[in-house]
T-cell receptor, first 114, second 117 residues
Framework: AQSVTQLGSHVSVSEGALVLLRCNYSSSVPPYLFWYVQYPNQGLQLLLK??????LVKGINGFEAEFKKSETSFHLTKPSAHMSDAAEYFCAVSSGGGADGLTFGKGTHLIIQP | DVKVTQSSRYLVKRTGEKVFLECVQD?????MFWYRQDPGLGLRLIYF???????EKGDIPEGYSVSREKKERFSLILESASTNQTSMYLC????????????????FGPGTRLLVL
């Protein structure tokens, strides 16, 4: 069985400040890890994913995440927050192969203060 | 670009009605998924399918069924809608990979917000 824990249902940062959204996972096999973003009244859009290889993964809109096996973490960061980053962010894990579905965290609502 | 479309953005039904939610993808993906999204609970997998006429239960299949008669279309059925099925329903699709070669991205539709009265 696999699970995902996102620390903090709401995170508030000032515009221009560092964004850090935390994600910890558990998985019985080497995991594949994802971050998705959901803007109001829209579906989910992939930000980035880790499958194999380099543990620092760069995604769209200036986001990146680092897979740390020893800490079972996959935290999402962005050096400088922009107002347009305000959205719901979901971390997800899968066991691979594409056929089993993703296990999602409960989501973190990112609020950007002007 | 991959496109996943869902038949309705908003739907209002009465308790006991049979409800069909339709999802269509245009990228010849083998895998299709239905999730429901609830505040504070994230997304939970209801059913998925890796081929035509094939279906597998996800984490919360109770009260739901699915149909996949064509590769591009995956339907979620609520046989007798109940108020606790009021939710946002999201459909997704992805390519199928063998032998855990990696994980293909799941592409999501815009969602159907269902209200059961």
């Amino acid at each position: 069985a696999q699970s995902v824990t996102q620390l903090g249902s709401h995170v508030s940062v000032s515009e221009g400040a560092l964004v850090l959204l935390r994600c910890n996972y558990s998985s019985s096999v080497p995991p594949y890890l994802f971050w998705y973003v959901q803007y109001p009244n829209q579906g989910l859009q992939l930000l980035l994913k880790y499958t194999t290889g380099a543990t620092l993964v760069k995604g769209i809109n200036g986001f990146e995440a680092e897979f740390k096996k020893s800490e079972t973490s996959f935290h999402l960061t962005k050096p400088s927050a922009h107002m347009s980053d305000a959205a719901e962010y979901f971390c997800a894990v899968s066991s691979g192969g594409g056929a089993d579905g993703l296990t999602f965290g409960k989501g973190t609502h990112l609020i950007i203060q002007p | 670009d991959v496109k996943v479309t869902q038949s309705s953005r908003y739907l209002v039904k009465r308790t006991g009605e049979k409800v069909f939610l339709e999802c269509v993808q245009d990228m010849d993906h083998e895998n299709m998924f239905w999730y429901r999204q609830d505040p504070g609970l994230g997304l939970r997998l209801i059913y998925f399918s890796y081929d035509v006429k094939m279906k597998e239960k996800g984490d919360i299949p109770e009260g739901y069924s699915v149909s996949r008669e064509k590769k591009e279309r995956f339907s979620l059925i609520l046989e007798s809608a109940s108020t606790n099925q009021t939710s946002m329903y999201l459909c997704a699709s992805s390519l199928f990979l063998f032998d855990r070669e990696g994980e293909e991205t799941q592409y999501f539709g815009p969602g159907t917000r269902l209200l059961v009265l």
